[in-house]
C-alpha cells in the first residue's frame, strides 16, 4: 500500500497558501484520487502564520494532520520557523530564496533543502499575483500529486470566470505553473 | 422547484459542515434552527443557502438556550427539526436537550466539538463527549453518534434523523473541528433511491379526535408534582432506552481475536488509530483496533470481549479520559488494563499512535 504524499505549504495570510492547497486537493479529487485538506484556523482574522496540511493518495486519509510532511514550503520568515517541526530526514524542505536573516532556521535535518526564486519571478517576469500558482507549480512538479495539466483544469475551474473577462490572466497563470515547476525541475 | 436536492450518487469533495447541510437536507429536515458558533458557522450558511430552494425554512435565535427551546417546539409542532452547535453553545444547549430526554421528543443537534473548557479555542477537541452523552439534569436518555469520515458525517446525519422519530429520544451526530473545517471526498445521495426509508415526522399537539375517547390524551410533560409519578414515568423511559439500545449499538473493530493489545478511539482520532494498527499488522504487530461509533449506548457486549481477549486497551482522545470515564463504567468488572494516552484540545497523528503502540507492547 503506497503512502499518501504529506505537504505542508505555510505563509503569511494573503500569500495564498490555502488556495494553492485547496485547488491542489481538487484537482487529486477530479482525477479520482483520495486528497484531504485543512487549513489550520483560530480566533485571529489577521497576523497568525497561516499553514496548509495537504494529503493525496490513493486509499483513504488517515489522521488529518501529521508529524512530519514529504514536502514542507515556507514562503516568509515567520513560515520558515513555524514549518521547522514538520520537517523529518525524508523531508523536502522548500523556501522562497528571498526571505531574509532565516540563515540559522532552516532545518539541517531534511533530505534535501531546496531555495527557489519565487517571488523574484514572480515580480520580474510575471505578476505578484501569480506568486502562489508558482509555488502550486513548484509543489505539483516536486511531488508529482497531479499532472500540471490537471492542475491547469483546476485552475480554471476555480478561475475561469475571471479568464472569461481577461483572457490574458489565464495565459499568466498557466505560465507561473510552467515557470514553478521549472524552478525545481532537475534539482530533485 | 426539485424536491430532491441529490439526484442519483453524487462524488463531490467539501467540507464536513458542508456535508451536514446536505445531509439535513437529504433527510428531508424541514427546519433549522441556530445560532452561530465556531467551528459548526457553516452548517447554518449552506443551510440558508440552500433551504429557500427546497421549501425548507430557518430561523436564527438569540442564543443556544433559544436554539435548542424552539427546535422542540419545531418537533412538537410535528416538523423535522435541528440545529448544531459547538463548545459553550452546547453547554447552553444542554437545558433544552435535557427537555427533549423528558418529553421524549426527537431532536437532532449536531455537534463539532472545539477546545474546553469555556471558549478555549475554536478549532478541535474531543472533549464535549461528557457534555453530549450525559449532559443535562437527566439520566443520559439519547443516542449519539461519533462520527470519523465526511462519509459518516452523511451517513449519520441522514441516520440520526431516523433514530430519533423512530425511538423518540433526542439524537446527536458528534463531530468536531477538524471534520467540520477539512474537504474531503465523499459520495451524496438521495436516501429513498439508496432504500433507505426516512421515518416521517408526525404532530405531537392538535391531533383529529377527542382526546381520551379516539386516541390518548397527548400529556407532554418536564413538571411532576409527585416523586413516585416521576419515578414511574422515568422506569418507562429506561425500559425503552434498554430495548432500543441493543438496535442502535455500533461499532467497528479488527484484529482483536489475535491481539494483546487494542488501541481503543472514537471520532477522528480512530482515523489515525485505523492507519496506524492497519500498518503495524502489516509489519507483523499484534495490536487491534476498536472504535464504538455510538457512545451512547456504548457496545458494552463487543467491548467486555475484547477487554477480555486482549487484556490490555490503549485508548487514545483528544481530551483528558472522557471517552476512557466511559469505558470504565461499561465495562466494569472486566480484566483489563486500561493504559491512557491524553491529549486533550490537540489532534492525535497515526504517527504517535504507532510510537505508542510500539512503546507499550
Redesign the interface.
Known sequence: MSKAVKIILAGEGGQGVQSVAEIIAEAANEQGREALYIPNFGVEQRGGVSVAYLQIGDQPIGAPKFQTGDIVVALSDRAVHRTRQYVGPDTVFVYDSGIEGVEDAIPTNAKKVLPIPAIKVAKEELHPRVFNIIIMGAVIKATGVVPEDRAKEAIEKKLGYKFEKNPELRELNFKAIDRGAELVAGTL | MSDKPIQGEKRV?MTGNEVVAYAALAARAEIMYGYPI??QNEIMHYWTRMAPKYNREFLQTEDELSAGFTTLGGVLAGKKAFTATAGPGNTLMQEPLSMAEAMRLPSVVVVQQRGGPSTA???YSQQEVTLTTLGGNGEGLRVVYSTS?HQELFDYTIKAFNTAWKYKFPTFVLGD??QA?????LTMYDPGEKGIELIPAEAYLGKPGTPGVDRPPAHYRNTYNVEEELYEVLQGHFKDYEKMAPEVTEYESFGVEDSTLVVVSHG??A??A???VRELR?AGVKVGYFRPITLRPLPEKQLREAAARAGRFLVMESAQGQLGRLLKEAIFGAPVEMIPFYKPGV??????VVDKVKATI
Not at chain 2, 473545517?181 to 471526498?185: A, L, P, T, V, Y
Not at chain 2, 489532534?347 to 504517535?352: F, P, R, V
Request: glycine share 8%.
Open positions: 469533495f465556531t467551528p479555542t475554536v478549532i469520515t473541528g477538524y473545517k477539512m474537504r474531503e471526498s477522528v482520532v482515523r489515525a485505523k492507519e496506524a502489516e489532534g492525535i497523528t497515526s504517527e504517535e
